[in-house]
């Protein structure tokens, strides 16, 4: 079956440590997003990429990194700069040319 | 500036009790607008999307609707497995970018009891 794949399920993450959360997709998607949910809060654009080799900011990018080496992958990690990283992670993918958006199952992030 | 309201933040209703959800949004360029049904602990599920005024989505319980400023999602006789998180987007053009935005509102969490 086609989809993403993100991992962990969970994380745990000390202070001063730099994380990476995993997103893998088989939809053969151009474009790649992540967000952060927070409770009472809506979904927050961090980083997305439409093509391999080519990623933009979004609107909450400081303290995190991603790369996108892959057209299928789309690892994000969470730096030390970071000082609220408890959240819980959503990756997401968009065939080129369509609208709506395909999700992962997420990663719940928290601090030691 | 452009928004996404959902109302209201939570509802309980018993099985078989109609109700509808509110969407309201203010965007320059809207592109779409989507609904999404979220599990605890997990992502977010595509539902509908909507394009312009007047249009109309089913699908099994769920009825979604548009104007040109808000959207409903009806959900007629739910049952308890209709329980979760509905999120609405709209998808806008972004000046800063050149290319488009989504921007979500907060959802809203559905309890249907037994």
């Known amino acids: 079956d086609g989809g993403i794949t993100q991992s962990p399920k969970y994380l745990f993450r000390k202070e001063g440590q730099n994380v990476t959360l995993s997103c893998e997709q088989n939809l053969n998607h151009d474009a790649m997003y992540w967000y952060r949910q927070d409770p009472g809060q809506g979904l927050r654009l961090i980083y997305y990429s439409q093509i391999v080799n080519d990623f933009q900011k979004g609107d909450i990018a400081e303290g995190y990194s991603v790369s996108r080496e892959k057209k299928e992958s789309f690892p994000l990690t969470v730096t030390s700069a970071q000082k609220n990283p408890t959240a819980f992670y959503l990756c997401a993918s968009r065939e080129g040319g369509a609208e709506k958006l395909f999700f992962g199952s997420g990663t719940q992030l928290s601090v030691l | 500036e452009d928004q996404v309201t959902q109302s209201p933040e939570a509802l309980r209703l018993q099985e078989g009790e109609s109700s509808s959800l509110n969407c309201s949004y203010t965007?320059?360029?809207?592109?779409?607008l989507f609904w999404y049904r979220q599990d605890p602990g997990k992502g977010p599920e595509f539902l509908f999307t909507?394009?312009?005024a007047g249009e109309e989505k089913e699908k099994e319980r769920l009825k979604a609707t548009l104007t040109k400023k808000e959207s409903f999602l009806h959900i007629t006789a739910p049952k308890p497995e209709d329980s979760a998180t509905y999120l609405c987007a709209v998808r806008a053009n972004s000046f800063t970018s050149g290319t488009y935005k989504y921007i979500f509102g907060t959802g809203t969490r559905l309890k249907v009891l037994a």
């Open positions: 965007v320059s360029g809207l592109r779409g």
């Open positions: 909507l394009y312009s």
